[in-house]
């Protein structure tokens, strides 16, 4: 916890962030568009999903969120890196396991006392103020132990226009395109006369503020991403969404035998809701639907309320094709607040044993318990329109949708015929636009159960090498998710917000694992070389059942496919290590792993739909995408070897290295990926494509795209952690630390024989299957402490090296256009490619922490009471008497902390290919220079 709070970080997400394996895309806390203001943690790039959360050991569901967790309940937080803990932690472990240990959890002291803690932060640019405050407490004996623990925290929103980085969506001084958007009031297509200004078939006003074009003549050619016309609706959008939440936690723990039966149970409940919002709601209506309004100035307009028959033959020059336009001053920012409800309720008994003068068993332990999670999510949309009614306002003549960006949003037009001007008529778009809206609600609920029981020991305590060390162990799980969509957003009739799918799924999983430890030469063996030696091997096995309950249709027959199942193990998750001691100075340690994901419930029973064009194929007209029962857990290899030098002669040094390699076959290869491959490689899914039946010429009809375990992927690199503490007489206690990681590989193979590629020193979110975001090179910290008569100062260097941007969005660099000069569409090669800088930021910390003095003794005295003996010396009852002011007295236990994270403000680096806002949110933050106060008072 103490580290925590000496890296500035004000939330458990914040902190891991610095974790130097922390890289790779992932939802973060940070996240705008796209963002709901969860944090996941995804260490050495290998997703989320690879990555197990664990609380005070145990696996956590809705909690996975860590943006859930506070820092009120937290005692400390135990990264385990690399698969080692999936056979005791289960499927999804591949990459590592973060474990959060709460007050009086496994391991910790019991909670005496009571803390407050107050923060106030916020940027330079005073745009993301901070407030956080929590309590905590706790009271212990012999036999009972109880803590409680309450905190609220919130946050302000930052703005992409109050930031240089991202006040523009325009990036063509970067070498890239005008990302703006080609979507707002003013834009029309339509066949165009090479004699009119208009010389394409995209235009644009000429006049933003007309509300009455006449035709073609009134516009002008649209110049497309290298020019200054489309919309920069970054000036508009929250780059950091506001949050506010808050966390309860209550623990008890009570010894009915000492220490060989203990009771104890937790509840731990959540509250978040995050503010987020879109830029106001573009749309494009189709040539029909455009046709009908009476303010068409084009041929094939047809005014519903005008009878007669139209005289367009549908090829002449001037005929509208479609229309755009964006909802800026009608409906405003499309806004979405997600709440959530997060609950997790533990109860459980362990108890340990120690028998003494017994050759059989010397130590023998249990832990049995049951976790019940519940989550309710909540997301209301608002801002957007209903299609229909909209478009029915249109044909109405209340809603005008060729009037320019700037144009007023209410007034009299001229309505048309076929391109001739039949009279005039008012509209409001206003008052029409909000009769066509609607408040989106969409409910998701989970409940997950976890009963476990482990028994752990130590046999044969007299043999040579000193006996053998076993855990024992089961975990039953069932999982439930449910979601209930908004109507419109599930009927498909929403304008401009994505759509939501209902759905019902159940999973069961039943699992046993085991481990043994053997000693091969022991500490006492006095061996040459050889101070200890010994071998461990633990085993898992996991069966997994899933039940679609709401039932799906066969794409493209629309045939009803029932409620579907699915059934799978985890093919045996395995650890072999081997630790090695020559002296008690230096040990070496090696492994072997072997360890599963397990496909999500939307892997495999999302809803199947049809693609359409397909996106990326000539010829294939059609793909099915989305989740397919067939998918089945991904099996990773993984090595790793190291070592950790704590030598005698150095006190307070200790440094790790491990050399780590990742090798995962069957990779689930998503549909938006799988789309990709299969219009590269037809050749290589011949079971997948569909022909029709012509007898001399076949032709694609459509592919199955839908979710399979195709991919390959290998990473390696090494992961290294040092520190070393020098205590002084005079100068107080200097620490140094630092954390590393370098990658040595970091590639992918979408499917056999389709050739790999590699991402390391890259970045790349989307345009190439199984793209990771970014993978630096290195990234790591050095961290220096001096602590001295209750001042402590904290200075960290944090660094990311630099990487090469997305070659997709950049057009040229330094006057050399870029070109694909080789390779293949999933391994493409470019003649220059754009370098994203390198990032180094300075976080600074101050402190002082009023101690209470020793106490002194009390004095001598003679005591009355003696029976008409001799008077006797005595001492006071109490070991000393306090001493001080009663001012100094109320600061005894305070400390006050002042920082900056940040602190020489440098922005993230610009990347062309990240997904909103220019840079990448799970590397950096735009927070930029922060600084924040803070008192913790200690009773």
Same mark, same amino acid.
């Given at each position: 916890?103490?580290?925590?709070?000496?890296?500035?970080?004000?939330?458990?997400?914040?902190?891991?962030?610095?974790?130097?394996?922390?890289?790779?895309?992932?939802?973060?806390?940070?996240?705008?568009?796209?963002?709901?203001?969860?944090?996941?943690?995804?260490?050495?790039?290998?997703?989320?999903?690879?990555?197990?959360?664990?609380?005070?050991?145990?696996?956590?569901?809705?909690?996975?969120?860590?943006?859930?967790?506070?820092?009120?309940?937290?005692?400390?937080?135990?990264?385990?890196?690399?698969?080692?803990?999936?056979?005791?932690?289960?499927?999804?472990?591949?990459?590592?396991?973060?474990?959060?240990?709460?007050?009086?959890?496994?391991?910790?002291?019991?909670?005496?006392?009571?803390?407050?803690?107050?923060?106030?932060?916020?940027?330079?640019?005073?745009?993301?103020?901070?407030?956080?405050?929590?309590?905590?407490?706790?009271?212990?004996?012999?036999?009972?132990?109880?803590?409680?623990?309450?905190?609220?925290?919130?946050?302000?929103?930052?703005?992409?226009?109050?930031?240089?980085? !991202?006040?523009? &969506? +325009?990036? =063509?001084?970067? $070498? /890239?395109? %005008?990302?703006?958007? @080609?979507?707002?009031?003013?834009?029309? #297509?339509?066949?165009?006369?090479?004699?009119?200004?208009?010389?394409?078939?995209?235009?644009?006003?000429?006049?933003?503020?007309?509300?009455?074009? !006449?035709?073609? &003549? +009134?516009? =002008?050619?649209? $110049? /497309?991403? %290298?020019?200054?016309? @489309?919309?920069?609706?970054?000036?508009? #959008?929250?780059?950091?969404?506001?949050?506010?939440?808050?966390?309860?936690?209550?623990?008890?723990?009570?010894?009915?035998?000492?220490?060989?039966?203990?009771?104890?149970? +937790?509840?731990?409940?959540?509250?978040?809701?995050?503010?987020?919002?879109?830029?106001?709601?573009?749309?494009?209506?189709?040539?029909?639907?455009?046709?009908?309004?009476?303010?068409?100035?084009?041929?094939?307009?047809?005014?519903?309320?005008?009878?007669?028959?139209?005289?367009?033959?549908?090829?002449?020059?001037?005929?509208?094709?479609?229309?755009?336009?964006?909802?800026?001053?009608?409906?405003?920012?499309?806004?979405?607040?997600?709440?959530?409800?997060?609950?997790?309720?533990?109860?459980?008994?362990?108890?340990?044993?120690?028998?003494?003068?017994?050759?059989?068993?010397?130590?023998?332990?249990?832990?049995?318990?049951?976790?019940?999670?519940?989550?309710?999510?909540?997301?209301?949309?608002?801002?957007?329109?209903?299609?229909?009614?909209?478009?029915?306002?249109?044909?109405?003549?209340?809603?005008?949708?060729?009037?320019?960006?700037?144009?007023?949003?209410?007034?009299?037009?001229?309505?048309?015929?076929?391109?001739?001007?039949?009279?005039?008529?008012?509209?409001?778009?206003?008052?029409?636009?909000?009769?066509?809206?609607?408040?989106?609600?969409?409910?998701?609920?989970?409940?997950?159960?976890?009963?476990?029981?482990?028994?752990?020991?130590?046999?044969?305590?007299?043999?040579?090498?000193?006996?053998?060390?076993?855990?024992?162990?089961?975990?039953?799980?069932?999982?439930?998710?449910?979601?209930?969509?908004?109507?419109?957003?599930?009927?498909?009739?929403?304008?401009?917000?994505?759509?939501?799918?209902?759905?019902?799924?159940?999973?069961?999983?039943?699992?046993?694992?085991?481990?043994?430890?053997?000693?091969?030469?022991?500490?006492?063996?006095?061996?040459?070389?050889?101070?200890?030696?010994?071998?461990?091997?633990?085993?898992?096995?996991?069966?997994?059942?899933?039940?679609?309950?709401?039932?799906?249709?066969?794409?493209?027959?629309?045939?009803?496919?029932?409620?579907?199942?699915?059934?799978?193990?985890?093919?045996?998750?395995?650890?072999?290590?081997?630790?090695?001691?020559?002296?008690r100075d230096l040990m070496f340690r090696a492994s072997y792993q072997r360890s599963s994901r397990a496909p999500t419930l939307w892997e495999l029973f999302e809803p199947v739909a049809s693609a359409f064009p397909a996106p990326d194929s000539p010829t294939i007209s059609e793909f099915l995408v989305g989740g397919n029962p067939e998918v089945r857990p991904e099996i990773t290899d993984g090595y790793s070897a190291g070592f950790v030098f704590n030598p005698?002669?150095?006190?307070?040094?200790?440094?790790?290295?491990?050399?780590?390699?990742?090798?995962?076959?069957?990779?689930?290869?998503?549909?938006?990926?799988?789309?990709?491959?299969?219009?590269?490689?037809?050749?290589?899914?011949?079971?997948?494509?569909?022909?029709?039946?012509?007898?001399?010429?076949?032709?694609?009809?459509?592919?199955?795209?839908?979710?399979?375990?195709?991919?390959?992927?290998?990473?390696?690199?090494?992961?290294?952690?040092?520190?070393?503490?020098?205590?002084?007489?005079?100068?107080?206690?200097?620490?140094?630390?630092?954390?590393?990681?370098?990658?040595?590989?970091?590639?992918?193979?979408?499917?056999?024989?389709?050739?790999?590629?590699?991402?390391?020193?890259?970045?790349?979110?989307?345009?190439?299957?199984?793209?990771?975001?970014?993978?630096?090179?290195?990234?790591?910290?050095?961290?220096?402490?001096?602590?001295?008569?209750?001042?402590?100062?904290?200075?960290?260097?944090?660094?990311?090296?630099?990487?090469?941007?997305?070659?997709?969005?950049?057009?040229?660099?330094?006057?050399?256009?870029?070109?694909?000069?080789?390779?293949?569409?999933?391994?493409?090669?470019?003649?220059?490619?754009?370098?994203?800088?390198?990032?180094?930021?300075?976080?600074?910390?101050?402190?002082?922490?009023?101690?209470?003095?020793?106490?002194?003794?009390?004095?001598?005295?003679?005591?009355?009471?003696?029976?008409?003996?001799?008077?006797?010396?005595?001492?006071?009852?109490?070991?000393?008497?306090?001493?001080?002011?009663?001012?100094?007295?109320?600061?005894?236990?305070?400390?006050?902390?002042?920082?900056?994270?940040?602190?020489?403000?440098?922005?993230?680096?610009?990347?062309?290919?990240?997904?909103?806002?220019?840079?990448?949110?799970?590397?950096?933050?735009?927070?930029?220079?922060?600084?924040?106060?803070?008192?913790?008072?200690?009773?």
């Amino acid at each position: 916890m103490e580290s925590v709070l000496k890296q500035g970080a004000n939330t458990p997400a914040e902190a891991l962030r610095q974790t130097p394996a922390y890289v790779g895309n992932t939802e973060t806390e940070n996240d705008s568009n796209g963002g709901t203001g969860s944090a996941f943690v995804n260490l050495f790039a290998l997703g989320h999903e690879n990555t197990l959360i664990l609380i005070n050991g145990r696996r956590t569901f809705t909690f996975k969120d860590i943006n859930g967790l506070g820092l009120a309940a937290l005692s400390r937080v135990e990264v385990l890196k690399g698969s080692g803990a999936a056979p005791f932690s289960g499927s999804g472990a591949v990459g590592g396991a973060v474990n959060f240990i709460l007050l009086n959890g496994p391991g910790e002291t019991p909670l005496e006392g009571a803390e407050i803690n107050l923060l106030y932060g916020n940027t330079t640019d005073k745009d993301a103020r901070v407030t956080q405050g929590w309590i905590r407490g706790g009271v212990a004996t012999d036999k009972v132990a109880i803590a409680a623990a309450a905190e609220y925290y919130d946050r302000d929103a930052i703005f992409s226009r109050d930031r240089e980085i !991202s006040a523009s &969506a +325009d990036r =063509r001084p970067l $070498g /890239g395109a %005008n990302a703006g958007s @080609p979507t707002y009031a003013g834009r029309v #297509t339509f066949r165009t006369n090479p004699t009119l200004p208009a010389s394409g078939r995209a235009s644009v006003l000429i006049d933003p503020s007309e509300n009455n074009p !006449s035709g073609a &003549a +009134d516009y =002008r050619a649209y $110049g /497309g991403p %290298n020019s200054d016309d @489309p919309f920069n609706f970054r000036s508009m #959008t929250p780059a950091i969404p506001a949050m506010e939440k808050s966390q309860y936690y209550i623990t008890g723990r009570y010894k009915v035998f000492g220490e060989g039966l203990q009771i104890y149970g +937790d509840l731990l409940y959540a509250k978040r809701k995050q503010e987020n919002a879109l830029a106001p709601a573009p749309f494009v209506l189709t040539n029909p639907q455009a046709n009908r309004s009476p303010y068409n100035p084009f041929l094939g307009g047809s005014d519903d309320r005008v009878t007669g028959p139209l005289t367009s033959t549908g090829t002449g020059n001037n005929q509208l094709t479609s229309l755009s336009y964006r909802s800026i001053r009608e409906g405003g920012l499309r806004k979405s607040l997600f709440d959530y409800d997060y609950w997790r309720y533990v109860a459980g008994i362990n108890g340990n044993f120690n028998f003494t003068d017994n050759n059989f068993i010397s130590f023998l332990g249990y832990d049995t318990g049951v976790v019940y999670e519940r989550g309710d999510y909540l997301r209301i949309n608002s801002g957007d329109a209903r299609r229909t009614p909209l478009v029915a306002e249109i044909a109405a003549g209340n809603f005008n949708p060729f009037i320019g960006i700037n144009a007023p949003l209410s007034g009299t037009a001229v309505t048309y015929r076929e391109g001739v001007p039949a009279g005039t008529d008012t509209y409001d778009n206003v008052a029409a636009f909000q009769r066509a809206s609607y408040v989106g609600r969409s409910f998701l609920y989970s409940h997950d159960f976890l009963a476990d029981a482990k028994m752990f020991g130590h046999l044969f305590p007299n043999l040579f090498q000193g006996g053998i060390g076993f855990n024992l162990g089961s975990e039953y799980r069932h999982s439930r998710q449910k979601q209930i969509a908004d109507p419109t957003q599930a009927s498909g009739d929403q304008l401009a917000l994505g759509g939501v799918r209902p759905f019902s799924y159940h999973q069961e999983v039943n699992a046993y694992f085991a481990e043994v430890q053997l000693p091969l030469v022991g500490m006492t063996m006095n061996i040459p070389l050889v101070h200890s030696l010994e071998f461990s091997a633990a085993y898992r096995y996991e069966d997994f059942r899933n039940k679609d309950q709401y039932g799906a249709v066969e794409a493209p027959t629309g045939l009803p496919l029932g409620k579907r199942t699915s059934q799978f193990d985890n093919n045996g998750d395995l650890r072999v290590a081997l630790r090695y001691q020559p002296t008690r100075d230096l040990m070496f340690r090696a492994s072997y792993q072997r360890s599963s994901r397990a496909p999500t419930l939307w892997e495999l029973f999302e809803p199947v739909a049809s693609a359409f064009p397909a996106p990326d194929s000539p010829t294939i007209s059609e793909f099915l995408v989305g989740g397919n029962p067939e998918v089945r857990p991904e099996i990773t290899d993984g090595y790793s070897a190291g070592f950790v030098f704590n030598p005698d002669w150095i006190a307070g040094l200790i440094v790790t290295a491990d050399f780590y390699q990742l090798f995962t076959r069957d990779i689930v290869l998503r549909s938006s990926d799988l789309t990709k491959t299969i219009a590269a490689y037809p050749e290589l899914f011949p079971d997948r494509i569909f022909f029709d039946s012509a007898p001399f010429f076949p032709r694609y009809i459509y592919a199955d795209a839908t979710n399979g375990n195709f991919g390959k992927r290998l990473v390696n690199g090494i992961d290294t952690v040092a520190s070393y503490e020098l205590p002084t007489s005079s100068f107080g206690t200097f620490k140094v630390g630092l954390g590393y990681n370098y990658f040595f590989t970091w590639k992918t193979e979408p499917v056999a024989r389709s050739g790999s590629h590699s991402f390391l020193g890259d970045y790349n979110n989307s345009t190439l299957p199984l793209a990771p975001g970014a993978i630096p090179y290195h990234k790591g910290f050095v961290r220096g402490e001096w602590a001295w008569r209750g001042f402590e100062l904290v200075a960290t260097t944090n660094y990311i090296s630099s990487y090469h941007d997305d070659p997709a969005f950049v057009i040229e660099q330094e006057g050399v256009a870029v070109t694909r000069t080789g390779g293949t569409d999933l391994d493409p090669q470019y003649n220059v490619y754009r370098r994203v800088s390198d990032h180094i930021t300075l976080d600074l910390q101050a402190s002082y922490e009023f101690v209470q003095p020793e106490m002194e003794a009390a004095a001598a005295g003679y005591s009355k009471d003696t029976r008409g003996a001799k008077p006797m010396q005595v001492h006071a009852a109490v070991a000393g008497v306090k001493q001080g002011s009663f001012l100094h007295r109320m600061l005894w236990g305070t400390k006050i902390r002042v920082g900056v994270v940040n602190a020489f403000d440098r922005s993230p680096p610009t990347v062309l290919g990240a997904f909103n806002d220019n840079y990448d949110t799970s590397l950096y933050s735009i927070r930029n220079r922060y600084y924040y106060v803070g008192i913790t008072k200690r009773f």
